[in-house]
């Protein structure tokens, strides 16, 4: 068996494939074409500034701790993390914003005062967010190839076809009044680079990353993570 794997980039998918086919016993080469490494999470130095060039927003740090726990470790060998309060501010014009707290408690302490009755709908919204995260990170992250959209319907999934016709917009108008809730509620889908319009609603469990799991930083910022998986990567050079 040819033991030689040549991996094409340097991104946060190149280096995790890279671990992994080390751990198995290949002999890994990555390639970059940029300077540096890292890809999208490339760091970038100027005049005594480091900049993260990419990601800043530290979300489901358990899919990071299971990344490191896969090869026996722990992500606090690498790097330590802080979880962010406020977890972040949301500007609506120069004078008006509002502070996401890190703690769901204190999100709906927000709710509250910004819509009266919303923090029970935020109840309502999270526990169907959680379970759909559940349902979407343990289920099927972890346990699906990958390869075909039929791999979606699950024993789990089949109870949830309404949350795959109707939309996050519509969901979240259902419960919140408040343009401000509805724009916080909305915020995280566009992370997939989606919009809430168009996004089933099963991807609430965005939502759960965001208000159930928070946001975290790493201490040196998110280069530490490329840092990481380097040295993971690097451990097992023969
Ligand atoms: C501005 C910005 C902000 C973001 N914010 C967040 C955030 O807050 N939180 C979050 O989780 N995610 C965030 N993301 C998304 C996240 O950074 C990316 O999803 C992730 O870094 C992508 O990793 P990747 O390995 O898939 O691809 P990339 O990081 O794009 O890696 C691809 C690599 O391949 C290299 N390459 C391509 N072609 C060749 C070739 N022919 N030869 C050699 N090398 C090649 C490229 O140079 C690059 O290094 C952000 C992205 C950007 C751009």
Redesign the pocket.
Known sequence: MNKNIFI?????????ASCYLAKAGYNVTV????NS??????QFKKDGFTFD???????MPDVFDRFFEDFDKNRSDFYELEKLNPAYKVFFGENDSISVPDSLNKIKEIFEKEEKGSSVQLDKFMDEAKNNYDIAVKDMLYKMPGISPLELITKKTIFKVKSFISNIRREVGKGFKSHRLKAILEFPVL?LGAKASNTPAFYSFMNYADFGLGTWQPKNG?FDVVNAMIKLGESYRC
């Open positions: 094409i980039g340097s991104g946060f998918s190149s280096l995790s390639i970059e074409k940029n490494l890292g890809g999208r999470a490339r060039m990419g990601p800043s927003w530290y979300w992370f998110f």
